[in-house]
């Protein structure tokens, strides 16, 4: 019987573990990666027909690396849908061109030296070997940019520099993903919340809530869920915070870097609205250092 190329690799990785020479998490990541799901031809045309006509020109050709691995929860729709957006907004734009990879071997300070930022596409329970953590440290703060997608805030449990470069950590999502919830931009005026036109706005997505490091000490918040709106606000069930601080994204510094974090996009419909990709170009473009914005702590 002819047996196929993935359960040949299979059976070299239960060998190698039964001799020591596979690692048990490397047998499970090889085991359990998955891929995204292919999404039909109207979605496609819907997050394409809501891509930004243009953007801010970036000071040179920039290049970002869309890192989409999980070990935990795969989002697939939604890092499906983001992936997809992220590309051709970057054609359409000229903003930037994108790749795309859930192998931890990119993260080496030579392959990170093509690039000007790094996306975190909704990664979850992520395990970066000690060499990718320093490397992607370094090339943050030696003034490059991080961006973090919905479930990325997921990933670094057991690596507080991470967690901190992110900006907090996943404490739930009280405001499930099949609710329409309520938003509304910390600073109208702010120059990365102009997708928004000055007005908060409604949208049904799954909203996190965060602990530490979660803290408006060190990053400039720009969108929070609007506790005013009774659905929004009538939520009790699963919350743990009590100082009703339940940002959903934020710029911050670290080092001479920048990042970007924004806790939208559980599924490909939010990727379909013109409103949330213009928020997103302009989030990515500031980190890049193409689109300057205060990113001054600020409290409420």
């Known amino acids: 019987m002819k047996t196929s190329l993935p359960l040949r690799l299979l059976v070299l990785l239960l060998l190698g573990y ?29 997050i394409e027909a809501a891509l930004p006509a243009e953007a801010v020109k970036p000071a040179q050709a920039r290049r970002i690396l869309v890192f989409w691995r999980c070990e935990g929860f795969f989002h697939g729709e939604g890092i499906a849908g983001a ?45 970066l070997p000690d060499s990718a953590r320093e490397a992607l440290l370094k090339f943050v703060r030696e003034g490059k940019g991080v961006i973090g997608i919905h479930a990325a805030t997921d990933s670094f449990y057991d690596w507080p520099e991470g967690a901190a470069l992110l900006g907090g950590l996943f404490d739930g999502h009280p405001w499930g993903a099949g609710g329409t919830w309520a938003f509304k931009p910390d600073e ?11 007005k908060g706005f409604k949208l049904q997505d799954e909203i996190y809530q965060f602990k530490a490091p979660y803290t408006r000490a060190d990053r400039r918040v720009l969108v929070s869920l609007d506790l005013s709106d009774p659905a929004t606000g009538g939520v009790k069930q699963g919350v743990k915070r009590t100082d009703g601080d339940f940002a959903v994204a934020w710029i911050k510094t670290e080092g001479k870097g920048r990042v970007f974090y924004c806790s939208l996009g559980h599924a490909a419909n939010v990727f379909q609205r013109a409103d949330v990709l213009q928020f997103y170009l302009d989030g990515i473009q500031f980190a890049l250092g193409d689109l300057a914005a205060d990113a001054t702590p600020r409290q409420p």
């Not at 054609?91 to 093509?114: C, E, H, I, Q, W």
């Not at 109208?188 to 000055?198: D, I, S, T």
């Open 188 to 198: 109208p005026a702010h120059r990365l919340n102009r997708a928004w036109q000055g």
């Open 18 to 46: 039964a001799a020591g020479v596979v690692p048990v998490g490397r047998l499970h990541a090889q085991a359990e990666r998955k891929s995204p799901p292919v999404l039909s031809a109207d979605a496609l045309q819907k």
């Open 83 to 127: 992936n997809h957006a992220l590309k051709e907004m970057g054609r359409k734009t000229g903003a930037y061109t994108a790749d795309f990879s859930d192998d931890y071997g990119v993260f080496t300070p030579a392959n990170l030296a093509k690039y000007d930022a790094v996306v975190f596409n909704n990664t979850t329970q992520l395990k």
